[in-house]
């Protein structure tokens, strides 16, 4: 009756020093959506390199098994000839090319030996249609927002004529519209007979669509479920992940009391010159001490745009008007150092892009925001530095054997904690966290949110921007919402609903 | 028994350690073969004290110009214009002296005002107008050659008969009066600065055991201080046995311990590595990512300018071809001296061994009678050599 496009055995690779994936058996049927889960490391996305190839065959042990046929990949060349096609985290595309340049990128259409473009933009239109995307094929990809990005890859894979199609996490960076508007692609390919697996962290989205989930644990299979057999919900998901049960994703805080108002933007209104147009329309938002106040829209609502308009404006937005109040006291900053000087941090949504700097350590990272601290004469004390550093890494649950580890060699939610470190040792008044918890697993997502808590305990503010609403839902104290570079709605925590927060979301 | 385990540990853990540092150690073996082969070569002519000092002296110019390009190379920048930098602030010093008569040391502090000035129209040029480094020096490179020519253009080259000033990259430091053989002094260095590398180690491992952070295991310490204090004595009893330390040594230790000191334990020098890593991180936690690119432009033209003096010092005079080339050594010496081309990593320590390998090269060469156009071939395959093996092991410690 099982009729496997798929079947992994054993699958076992090492790295030095670790064992990635440690007898791993995954099985995946024909014309399903597949779900694979599992905590960050937990060897999702090694496995699914083993599977196109990019772990060449020989450094791993066990059979691949694909159409009945064990296969020997040397390279993603050799998967994708017999159809399998896999879809990174970060697309790889270029922005510059047009969209039927890109689709066809690597497999060009050839008559003779060169690129019979008239063919191709005819294919490649129709490949976009394939995937609902009814645009110009010749405009430039960087003219899309990033979920008909997304669609363009999935595109190109149809393009490739793919049997199995591997998304690794592709709806980390879309909004809910975008992502909704993605599993129902997936749902249809799957009527024409493409077989998918996913890798998510988001389990909603997981319940949602998959046919079968599989569970991934510290390079091991937990459980393959069948979703038709029993309907499985996030908590069993959750507790096979993380080996035990979670019955509160956001934990409570138990002093709510709030302080005065530290924070407040009148009017705000910013152009971008880039752009040529305003960008955020008379702003008004303000935050007291000891609340966490959720900044929640849908991508390209300008919530990334307004933390860099008033975090001294890295970006080089021009501010045509309004006024931005610390505590009461009128201040416009001209750099982020100055931002960081009167109390304000921000944590970027882009921990890798511009958050931290991977070829340094956790010392170094931890740090560098207020060497002005730890400077005495000329020098810095190197020896105060490490005790810092050392306080952070066991106080906030940084996993890595010392303080001496390079941040690119950690894993998402150990970055993002340095990212928290780091500004802890500032000590604003006010922190924007910006995307805090994307691509991070369940387990280190909680240590995330109770550190938020307790920060706020202490007297911090925090600003929260986020795209999932029912992170944003279960941590604020109350929350504004954005469209379109407005404040189109504000809501206490006891008032908001995922609906009511939606529909203030589209409106414009 | 237990001896035997220890000893077999010792085996297992410096082979570690050579792994983990593959990069450094083959620095240092490369430098050591190429000394060896020109010594074999030249029969004994290379490792001759005179050499030696001679070989310093020929180098000054270039660690110079190389610690300053490290910096700029961290921070993922190029400076092409270096050379002509270099050239036409030592014209500046020889008119200066000579034609008008300006006492040779206030001569040396104009050209490093004048450096300053290069640095800041440079630095402000790609800093605050956004044109990228490459094309802002490369246009340094034709305008500071025509000011080298059009300063020479009346007189031709021109001679410098000053001896304090000449002395700077000829001469040698003065000796004690004690009538001895050898150069007291020298010695007398030579052993203050074991000392104080002994010490500065032995402080450094304290401290991390203090945090218990791994560390070397006795013996390969000690073993690394032995063989660390034995290459200072030897080269200080080398060049004691001829005429003492250079004034060129001197310099350019000088500016070494303060570039170190500034990279390794200040702000600033944490700031350089935090943009050449990411400069938008950088940006973002706070830290005037201009301000810093700046004053790496500018301490670049300063030590040009120090180069340019140390270059006509030692020809003794200033000619309209100083200067042609001299960017290519620097920027070779600090990658071969494991600047990473991707920026970020590099130490400035690391960058005067890499100038000592190129230099080196040319010194042993020209005893060997070398053609020059050879001795191109050859200095570019060694750099390209020492890049790719760079750019590889970097990429396997990923």
């Given at each position: 009756m099982n009729d496997y496009i798929l079947e992994m055995n054993n699958i076992t690779k090492e790295f030095p020093g670790v064992?990635?994936?440690?007898?791993v058996n995954f099985k995946v049927q024909r014309g399903e959506i597949h779900c694979l889960v599992g905590e960050n490391g937990a060897g999702k996305s090694t496995l699914m390199k083993v599977l196109s190839g990019v772990h060449q065959?020989?450094?791993?042990?066990g059979d691949i098994v694909y159409n009945g046929e064990v296969q020997s990949f040397k390279g993603i060349a050799d998967s994708e000839e017999k159809g399998i096609a896999i879809i990174y985290?970060?697309?790889?595309?270029?922005?510059?090319?047009s969209l039927y340049e890109n689709v066809y990128f690597g497999h060009e259409i050839l008559k003779g030996k060169n690129i019979d473009w008239n063919e191709t933009i005819v294919k490649a239109t129709e490949m976009l249609k394939k995937v609902?995307?009814?645009?110009?094929?010749?405009?430039?990809?960087?003219?899309?927002?990033v979920g008909k990005q997304q669609l363009v890859e999935i595109a190109k894979a149809l393009s490739k004529d793919v049997k199995l199609l591997i998304l690794d996490e592709?709806?980390?960076?879309?909004?809910e519209d975008d992502s909704q508007n993605l599993l129902n692609l997936i749902k249809e390919l799957k009527e024409q007979g493409v077989t998918s697996i996913m890798i998510s962290h988001k389990l909603r989205e997981i319940t949602a669509i998959a046919d079968t989930i599989t569970v991934l644990r510290d390079g091991a299979t937990i459980c393959s479920m069948d979703c038709h057999e029993h309907e499985v919900t996030e908590a069993e998901i959750i507790r096979h992940m993380?080996?035990?049960?979670?019955?509160?994703?956001y934990p409570q805080r138990e002093d709510k009391t709030c302080g005065d108002v530290v924070f407040e933007l009148k009017d705000w209104t910013v152009d971008d010159p880039k752009k040529g147009?305003?960008?955020?329309?008379?702003i008004n938002i303000n935050v007291r001490k000891g609340e966490i106040v959720g900044l929640q829209g849908?991508?390209?609502?300008g919530r990334t745009e307004l933390a860099h308009s008033v975090f001294g404006n890295p970006t080089g937005y021009k501010i045509t008007g309004g006024t931005l109040l610390m505590e009461g006291k009128e201040q416009r900053f001209k750099n982020p150092k100055e931002a960081i000087k009167n109390g304000l941090a921000y944590v970027t949504e882009d921990r890798k892009g511009n958050g931290l700097?991977?070829?340094?350590d956790i010392r170094y990272n931890t740090t560098i925001a207020n060497l002005e601290k730890l400077t005495e004469g000329l020098a810095i004390n190197e020896n105060e530095e490490i005790r810092v550093a050392n306080e952070y890494k066991d106080a906030i649950n940084?996993?890595?054997?010392?303080?001496?580890?390079?941040?690119?060699?950690?894993?998402g939610g150990n970055q993002q904690k340095v990212q928290l470190a780091k500004w802890m040792f500032v000590n604003p008044k006010v922190l924007i966290l910006d995307e805090?918890?994307?691509?991070?697993?369940v387990g280190a997502k909680f240590e995330i949110y109770t550190l938020m808590n307790k920060l706020v305990e202490q007297g911090m503010s925090i600003i929260m921007i986020s795209s999932e609403l029912p992170e944003v839902l279960g941590m604020s104290d109350r929350l504004y919402v954005m469209s379109e570079g407005k404040i189109t709605g504000e809501f206490t925590s006891e008032e908001a609903t995922e609906q009511k927060v939606m529909e203030m979301a589209i409106k414009s | 028994m237990e001896n035997k385990k220890q000893k077999q540990g010792l085996g297992k853990e410096a082979v570690q350690l050579l792994k983990s540092n593959i990069r450094d150690y083959m620095m240092y073996i490369a430098l050591v073969v190429i000394m060896i082969f020109f010594t074999i070569q030249t029969h004994g002519g290379f490792i001759q004290a005179r050499n030696i000092a001679n070989l310093i002296n020929q180098a000054g110019y270039v660690a110079i110009l190389a610690i300053g390009m490290t910096l700029i190379l961290i921070l993922v920048h190029i400076d092409l214009s270096v050379g002509y930098v270099a050239g036409f602030c030592g014209a500046v010093a020889a008119v200066l002296i000579?034609?008008?008569?300006?006492n040779e040391w206030v001569a040396i502090l104009l050209v490093l005002v004048l450096g300053l000035v290069i640095g800041l129209y440079q630095g402000l040029l790609v800093?605050?107008?956004?044109?990228?480094a490459f094309v802002t020096t490369l246009a340094g490179m034709f305008i500071f050659r025509g000011l080298l020519n059009l300063t020479l253009q009346k007189t031709g080259t021109i001679i410098i008969p000053n001896e304090g000033f000449n002395a700077l990259s000829n001469g040698f430091i003065p000796d004690l009066?004690?009538?001895?053989?050898?150069h007291v002094l020298t010695m007398i260095i030579g052993v203050v600065a074991v000392i104080a590398a002994v010490y500065v180690q032995i402080r450094a491992r304290n401290n991390k055991l203090k945090y218990n952070f791994s560390v070397p295991s006795t013996p390969i310490f000690v073993g690394k201080l032995i063989v660390l204090s034995a290459i200072i004595m030897v080269i200080m009893w080398v060049l004691a046995s001829y005429s003492g330390l250079p004034w060129t040594a001197v310099i350019v230790g000088v500016v070494l311990l303060i570039y170190n000191y500034m990279l390794t334990k200040t702000r600033l020098g944490r700031y350089i590595y935090g943009i050449g890593g990411n400069a938008q991180a950088a940006e973002l936690s706070g830290i005037n990512v201009k301000k810093v690119t700046l004053f790496a432009f500018c301490s670049m033209s300063v030590l040009a300018a120090l180069a340019g003096v140390l270059y006509t010092s030692r020809l003794q005079s200033a000619t309209?071809?100083?200067?042609?080339g001299f960017e290519l050594d620097a920027i070779a010496s600090s990658y071969i001296g494991g600047v990473a081309v991707s920026g970020g990593i590099g130490r400035v320590t690391n960058t005067i061994i890499g100038t000592l390998v190129i230099m080196s090269l040319t010194n042993g060469m020209n005893l060997m009678g070398v053609d020059i156009s050879y001795q191109y071939v050859v200095k570019g395959i060694i750099f390209i050599v020492a890049v790719a093996f760079d750019v590889r092991t970097r990429s396997k410690a990923k």
């Open positions: 064992k990635a994936l440690n007898n065959f020989g450094t791993y042990s985290q970060e697309l790889a595309l270029i922005p510059e090319l609902r995307l009814d645009v110009d094929p010749s405009m430039k990809l960087k003219s899309l927002g592709p709806t980390a960076a879309l909004n993380v080996g035990r049960d979670m019955d509160n994703i147009r305003e960008i955020l329309h008379n849908l991508m390209g609502a700097i991977l070829i340094q940084i996993k890595a054997p010392s303080i001496e580890q390079k941040i690119g060699n950690l894993s805090p918890t994307r691509g991070i697993d | 000579t034609q008008f008569h300006i800093t605050r107008v956004g044109v990228p009066p004690l009538g001895s053989s050898i309209p071809t100083a200067g042609l």
